[in-house]
């Protein structure tokens, strides 16, 4: 089992910056993808960034690219999304996931796209921006 726990969600007016972080727990794998999600109501889970296991590159939905960055801290099994210049469209339950497959490359947007396969989530944070 793998436990994900998301933080730093809040209240941000548009314009503002935010920092999510996932804190990663249990078992490890050898290879895997890593990546932030996100849902608002009435809506499908969204990708929003990601990384395969190697960390060579990362992957972002276009409507982030420029805005968003996704890190990781090995020491700390913990996951960043720096949100900066945040609009109101960016309102939404934030989720990592953590998915046992590995990719490379462009193949890795259609691991992320795959919402269900994904492993193991988190419960969420949630970021609301104010216009």
């Known amino acids: 089992q793998v436990q994900l726990a998301e933080s730093g969600g809040g209240l941000v007016q548009a314009g503002g910056s935010l920092r999510l972080s996932c804190a990663a727990s249990g078992r490890t794998f050898s290879s895997y993808a890593m990546g932030w999600f996100r849902q608002t109501p009435g809506k499908e889970r969204e990708f929003v960034a990601g990384f395969s296991w190697s960390g060579g590159n990362t992957y972002y939905a276009d409507s982030v690219k420029g805005r968003f960055t996704i890190s990781r801290d090995r020491a700390k099994n913990t996951v960043y999304l720096q949100m900066n210049s945040l609009k109101p469209e960016d309102t939404a339950v934030y989720y990592c996931?953590?998915?046992?497959?590995?990719?490379?490359?462009?193949?890795?947007?259609?691991?992320?796209?795959?919402?269900?396969?994904?492993?193991?989530w988190g419960k969420g944070t949630l970021v609301t921006v104010s216009s």
């Open positions: 996931a953590v998915v046992a497959n590995y990719c490379s490359g462009d193949r890795c947007y259609d691991v992320f796209a795959d919402i269900d396969g994904m492993d193991y």
